[in-house]
């Protein structure tokens, strides 16, 4: 915020504004609330077996949650729709450009009070779970979007909902809302100024994303390349014999799972993840596995270890997910992370190091051809679900010891290097996000007077 502020003018003249978390405002700026700046309503009374692929799109709570964020357009953002019918029993609950979209409900009280606004004319509806704001005054909606995104106003309302486990946010919550208001002029100036740095911002956002995408690509290239052809170009090869794998050198061994374990695969413990007890074995669950193979610190559970002791990890243990969203996920377990068993939907694997390096399968696991497999099982099967008997029919190439090490290494060194460029992607994108955050407080409160502000030719 001190930078911003040095960058650009402040306005001459201050006031207290007579609210705590906000501190001064431009002197000449009034304070409200929403009560008087908008009318409310709420969304459909519909269920998600009411939507349709086809009819009048819908916005649901989920889209303002995870999807579009600050705002949604019909033409750039798929939406799931309701029967052309409710335009005559529910015409309440229609759109019009300019209006904010609140989600009612949410799982966690940093997302209180996220909304979506409409940037479109397109006829569109408010879906479940939503409330309505329609501003009085069009002119001002873009304002009205950037002053909710603010985290001035997303602190106030924080401390306004009420919920444990879930957070609700009512009109009359969002009516309570108290907001400060340049004049007409300076709100469509502050809302022209920030849509023009807010999409500068943007870009570089997508940039960072797009090569994160690319990156986790290559990342992944370099593994199915290294475990199939390993590292000399000029190896003789044959056909595997598996249609997924293609071809492998011609010294290199194929095997299913089953006859490169040491013991029979083995289902997880079927308990509730609710005890957080650093003393006893970490539960371990698909979830808590990030995408660089480590574990989150924040999502820790714990079994006592009269439970956990038919379950308890091994260095080198492969588990794998064998059902839900997250069906294939893979994680190998290292002494390093402490005690820990396992949970019951995830399969364990105690490779033969006799045979292969535990790790050599793992790395298999990150490949796109075993990707392929899994979709390929999936397709056979009516629900997300891969069980021990499947996994045991997984096919590998398995070279011999000594060359699955060099190979493991050389993978290895090329992940490192992978990984720390896309974290530096990921810091720098935190970094631009929290830019625009602080760069929408300024302007929204009068940290930072735009009045003079002309867009660049």
């Known amino acids: 915020m001190a930078e911003l502020v040095t960058k650009y003018q402040r306005y001459a003249e201050y006031k207290d504004s007579g609210v705590e978390w906000l501190g001064k405002i431009p002197s000449h ?4 609330k929403l009560r008087y700046m908008f009318s409310f309503g709420r969304g459909l009374t519909i269920t998600k077996a009411d939507l349709l692929d086809t ?15 600050f705002e949604v357009d019909p033409k750039r953002h798929y939406l799931k729709c309701v029967d052309e019918g409710y335009l005559q029993s529910s015409p309440y609950a229609l759109l019009t450009q ?27 509806f408010a879906g479940y779970h939503t409330v309505i704001a329609r501003p009085f005054d069009r002119q001002c909606s873009r304002f009205y979007a950037y002053l909710m995104d603010s985290k001035e106003i997303r602190t106030q309302v924080r401390h306004m909902v009420k919920g444990v486990k879930v957070f609700s946010i009512t009109q009359s919550i969002l009516k309570g809302v108290r907001i400060w208001l340049p004049s ?14 807010t999409a500068q911002i943007d870009t570089l956002i997508d940039k960072q994303k797009t090569l994160i995408q690319l990156l986790k690509e290559k990342r992944q290239a370099v593994i199915s390349h290294a475990v199939t052809k390993g590292l000399n170009p000029d190896a003789p090869l044959k056909d595997s014999g598996v249609e997924w794998l293609g071809e492998v050198p011609e010294h290199w061994g194929v095997s299913k799972l089953k006859y490169l374990i040491s013991e029979p695969l083995q289902y997880g413990a079927n308990e509730a993840a609710e005890d957080v007890d650093k003393t006893q074995p970490r539960f ?17 559970r714990s079994l006592p270890q009269e439970i956990a002791e038919p379950y308890m990890l091994m260095d080198g243990d492969v588990l794998l997910a064998r059902s839900g969203g997250t069906v294939g996920k893979s994680f190998i377990y290292r002494d390093s992370w402490g005690k820990c068993c396992f949970a019951g939907y995830l399969i364990k694997a105690k490779i033969d190091e006799e045979i292969t390096p ?6 298999n696991t990150l490949t796109d051809f075993y990707w392929k497999w899994i979709e390929s099982i999936q397709i056979q099967a009516t629900i997300q679900n891969v069980s021990a008997d499947k996994y045991n029919s997984f096919v590998i190439a398995v070279p011999p010891l000594e060359e699955s090490y060099k190979i493991i290494s050389y993978i290895n ?36 007077d735009v009045r003079g502000w002309v867009a660049p030719e």
């Not at 609140?102 to 209180?112: M, P, Q, R």
């Not at 007409?184 to 740095?197: C, G, H, K, Q, S």
């Not at 371990?284 to 820790?300: A, C, E, H, S």
């Not at 535990?358 to 790395?363: G, I, K, S, T, V």
């Open 29 to 32: 700026w009034e304070l409200s």
């Open 55 to 69: 009819g009048v799109p819908c916005v649901n709570y989920g889209e303002v949650h995870s999807k579009y964020g």
């Open 98 to 124: 300019g209006d904010l979209v609140f989600a009612d409900t949410s799982e966690d009280i940093e997302g209180s009070g996220n909304f979506t606004q409409l940037v479109s004319d397109d006829l569109i």
């Open 184 to 197: 007409l002029d300076e709100r469509e100036t502050i809302a022209n100024f920030l849509d023009f740095e």
């Open 284 to 300: 371990v669950r698909i979830t808590d596995v990030l995408p660089n193979g480590n574990l989150k610190d924040d999502t820790f």
């Open 358 to 363: 535990a790790e050599w399968f793992y790395l």
């Open 413 to 448: 060194y090329n992940l490192e290097v992978f990984d720390t460029l896309v974290m530096k992607a990921e810091q720098a994108i935190q970094l631009m996000q929290e830019r625009r955050t602080a760069l929408i407080s300024a302007a929204v409160t009068g940290k930072i």
